[in-house]
């Protein structure tokens, strides 16, 4: 079993380059089954995410070159399947999105229900509704959700919650629906947007992705082309992080500062010092002390939701109460039993954390729960004196390209061992 070793205490300082954002790669290659033709696809990050995302598109009979580690070419003109296997399914949430690509193509397709991090409950009811809305016959059972598309059209949706993925599959099923296609209330998150790019650039006709209302215009095929994809909001967060809990200096490469806004306000207001640049972040937290502060996660452009743990940490490092209120899930807070093992001081009551922080951390040896909450250990660690170990790393591989590599440039003690 392999496990990262973190020799921890020591500010960061230096320069990490971030990798495209899973959260776009993983809708943007199942979106690329709707174009019978090659995508090029560039700035995928090299994730185990991508790698499984890869492994089911093949399964349903697309072609797929990986020219370089961060470029895949998919050319899904011959798509002969369309029934997802459950197992390759439960590797993760994003499987979800073949139901919207999948009705795109056939007039049937019966994906599983996806797998993904354990949060609480988490429903597809909207991307079920969605669905409906547009025509289809959805029946759903405990492993498959069938879909019979032979009436694809275009026709209104009123999300009832702000859901990513549902506004993301609802978009991939309407692109080919003949008509127009009126998404209410839908999210506003980059991935959403960079999506929508994607189709565009290859011959839909969406409108509007990046607020609250989206209308498509159904088109009656797409072509292939080249997309680069956006830079990973939540990746450059993580190292944000990790730059401010060590005290450290870091410059943040290859980011879309607009899409940091959110989170570079809190750091602002716990003290740190944030440089804006083009395309880069400057964190740099060992000027002043830091303050500790209130946080709500909510949808884009709010906090990020995947950026609670990471920040839950941060926050443990700064004397004084802080509270997190988590705004998204339900039941994010279980991996915190973990940090407890290091003396962080955190009591959860439902959706509010409220964190004592200040007291010098523990090394201790944590078991990474889910993606997120395994990089908010690793931040833990790099902020904590002596030797601290991680496992369970398949989780952090899941999201987090060449995370070792990329924090021993900027002066970690870290190293993977096959234990
Ligand atoms: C995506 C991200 C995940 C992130 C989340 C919120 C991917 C692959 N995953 O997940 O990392 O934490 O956005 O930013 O992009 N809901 C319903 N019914 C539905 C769908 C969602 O009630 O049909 C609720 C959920 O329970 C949750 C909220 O809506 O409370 C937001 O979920 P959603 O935005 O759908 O998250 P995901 O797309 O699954």
Request: proline residues 4%.
């Given at each position: 079993m392999d496990k990262i070793l973190i020799n921890g205490g020591k500010p960061l300082a230096g320069e990490v380059h971030i990798s495209g954002a899973k959260n776009a790669a993983v809708a943007i290659i199942p979106a690329a089954l709707l174009v019978e033709d090659r995508c090029v696809i560039e700035?995928?990050?090299?994730i185990s995410d991508v790698d499984s995302i890869l492994q089911m598109i093949v399964s349903l009979g697309a072609e797929v070159e990986k020219p370089d580690c961060n470029t895949v070419v998919v050319d899904a003109t011959n798509l002969s399947v369309n029934v997802v296997d459950p197992e390759l399914a439960?590797?993760?949430?994003?499987?979800?999105?073949l139901m919207g690509a999948l009705i795109g193509r056939f007039t049937k397709a019966k994906v599983p229900h996806p797998g993904g991090c354990n949060f609480g409950v988490r429903p597809i009811d909207q991307h079920l509704k969605s669905f409906r809305c547009l025509g289809c016959e959805v029946v759903a059972d405990d492993i498959f959700v069938d879909i019979d598309a032979s009436g694809l059209q275009g026709g209104n949706v009123y999300f009832d919650v702000v859901s990513v993925g549902a506004t993301i599959n609802a978009i991939l099923a309407a692109t080919l629906a003949p008509g127009k296609t009126v998404l209410e209330n839908c999210a506003k998150e980059p991935h959403v947007v960079d999506l929508a790019n994607f189709l565009n650039s290859m011959g839909a006709n969406i409108r509007g992705a990046g607020t609250d209302v989206i209308k498509i215009i159904g088109v009656g095929s797409l072509r292939g082309g080249t997309y680069t994809i956006i830079p990973d909001q939540i990746e450059a967060g993580t190292y944000m992080a990790a730059a401010a809990a060590t005290r450290g200096d870091v410059v943040i490469n290859n980011i879309i500062p607009k899409h940091m806004e959110a989170i570079s306000a809190k750091f602002e207001e716990m003290g740190v010092t944030i440089e804006e640049y083009d395309e880069a972040i400057r964190v740099k937290a060992n000027d002043r002390p830091l303050k500790n502060i209130k946080v709500k996660t909510l949808p884009y452009p709010g906090f990020p939701t995947d950026l609670q743990p990471p920040m839950i940490v941060l926050l443990s490092t700064v004397e004084g109460t802080s509270v997190v209120t988590?705004?998204?899930?339900?039941?994010?807070?279980?991996?915190?039993a973990e940090l407890e093992k290091m003396g962080i001081k955190i009591d959860i009551n439902g959706t509010v954390a409220t964190i004592e922080g200040g007291a010098p951390l523990k090394p201790a040896e944590l078991c990474a729960t889910d993606l997120r909450a395994g990089a908010s250990m690793i931040v833990a660690a790099l902020a904590c004196n002596g030797v601290s170990e991680i496992t369970q790393l398949r989780y952090i591989d899941r999201g987090y390209e060449h995370i070792v590599d990329k924090l021993r440039a900027i002066g970690a003690d870290v190293k993977r061992v096959d234990d």
């Open positions: 700035n995928v990050p090299d439960s590797k993760m949430r994003a499987s979800y999105y988590e705004g998204v899930w339900e039941s994010r807070f279980q991996y915190v």
